[in-house]
């Protein structure tokens, strides 16, 4: 990274770490707008003239969306632990989030995954000319959120788990549930997983996967795993409902 910016330590506080995120990712290219849509899914379900509207956005989770608090709270024991994280991010438009996640885990493994990746193609120069990615180009994937990526995350996981998940995507109920039960195969016991700008689907998730504790803040919904404990009263309570249900039906 450049001189305009400092590495995070890892002894840094989760302010320290919100301050630092919010930075690195104005270094990086902060926020973009209007940018044009070339590739979508074939089950994408909106029409031509939504597609056209407007262009996509990027570069806006830790200052603009106000995320960083969420994501330093939750990265902080991962920076702090010191060993190798896998990190995956589905949704990555121009890079910079990759450019950030490669900085803050520059030990790691950064796995990008979008249905288009000329747009991040086209920056890279752009990204690397501030220093980003010193080690080789990104681990880049062509990923559609609306169908099964199961097997093509097996082969290029190539038995890694995963310790971090960002889906900053579609954005869709749709797109997040289908991705995350993709995703969720390969997570690591200790992870943490951040679905962005859509603020109805935390309870689906909840509803999905109960050995999750999932937690809503705004638009930003964050996944850990549940202690036993909890995973336990949360079986138990399924099936007195569905029990009790059956009694009066």
Same mark, same amino acid.
């Given at each position: 990274?450049?001189?305009?910016?400092?590495?995070?330590?890892?002894?840094?506080?989760?302010?320290?770490?919100?301050?630092?995120?919010?930075?690195?990712?104005?270094? &990086?290219?902060? /926020?973009?707008?209007?940018?044009?849509?070339?590739?979508?899914?074939?089950?994408?379900?909106? +029409?031509?003239? @939504?597609?056209?509207?407007?262009?996509?956005?990027?570069?806006? %989770?830790?200052?603009?969306?106000?995320?960083?608090?969420? &994501?330093? $709270?939750?990265?902080?024991?991962?920076?702090?632990?010191?060993?190798?994280?896998?990190?995956?991010?589905?949704?990555?438009?121009?890079?910079?989030?990759?450019?950030?996640?490669? @900085?803050?885990?520059?030990?790691?493994?950064?796995?990008?995954?979008?249905?288009?990746?000329?747009?991040?193609? $086209?920056?890279?120069?752009?990204?690397?000319?501030?220093?980003?990615?010193?080690?080789?180009?990104?681990?880049?994937?062509? &990923?559609?959120?609306?169908?099964? @990526?199961?097997?093509?995350?097996? %082969?290029?996981?190539?038995?890694?788990?995963?310790?971090? &998940?960002?889906?900053?995507?579609?954005? +869709?109920?749709?797109?997040?549930?289908?991705? /995350?039960?993709?995703?969720?195969?390969?997570?690591?016991?200790?992870?943490?997983?951040?679905?962005?700008?859509?603020?109805?689907?935390?309870?689906?998730?909840? $509803?999905?996967?109960?050995?999750?504790?999932?937690?809503?803040?705004?638009?930003?919904?964050?996944?850990?795993?549940?202690?036993?404990?909890?995973?336990?009263?949360?079986?138990?309570?399924?099936?007195?409902?569905?029990?009790?249900?059956?009694? /009066?039906?």
């Amino acid at each position: 990274m450049s001189d305009d910016t400092t590495s995070v330590e890892p002894a840094a506080s989760c302010r320290e770490l919100g301050e630092w995120l919010v930075r690195t990712e104005d270094h &990086y290219g902060g /926020f973009h707008k209007g940018i044009p849509r070339k590739t979508v899914s074939p089950l994408d379900p909106r +029409s031509p003239e @939504e597609l056209e509207r407007g262009g996509m956005i990027g570069g806006d %989770r830790m200052s603009v969306h106000g995320y960083a608090p969420s &994501y330093a $709270e939750h990265l902080a024991p991962f920076v702090r632990s010191g060993r190798r994280i896998v990190l995956v991010e589905a949704g990555i438009l121009r890079g910079t989030g990759l450019a950030l996640w490669s @900085e803050l885990f520059p030990g790691g493994r950064v796995i990008g995954l979008d249905i288009d990746l000329s747009h991040v193609r $086209e920056n890279l120069p752009a990204l690397k000319a501030r220093g980003a990615f010193p080690g080789g180009d990104p681990e880049l994937h062509e &990923y559609d959120q609306l169908i099964d @990526e199961t097997e093509k995350l097996r %082969r290029l996981l190539g038995g890694d788990r995963i310790d971090v &998940y960002v889906d900053d995507g579609l954005h +869709s109920e749709a797109s997040i549930l289908r991705s /995350f039960a993709s995703i969720q195969p390969f997570l690591a016991k200790r992870c943490v997983c951040f679905v962005e700008d859509n603020a109805q689907v935390w309870w689906l998730l909840q $509803e999905r996967y109960p050995q999750y504790t999932v937690l809503r803040r705004g638009e930003l919904t964050v996944l850990v795993p549940s202690p036993w404990w909890l995973r336990w009263k949360r079986r138990v309570g399924k099936i007195l409902r569905r029990t009790l249900g059956r009694s /009066f039906a």
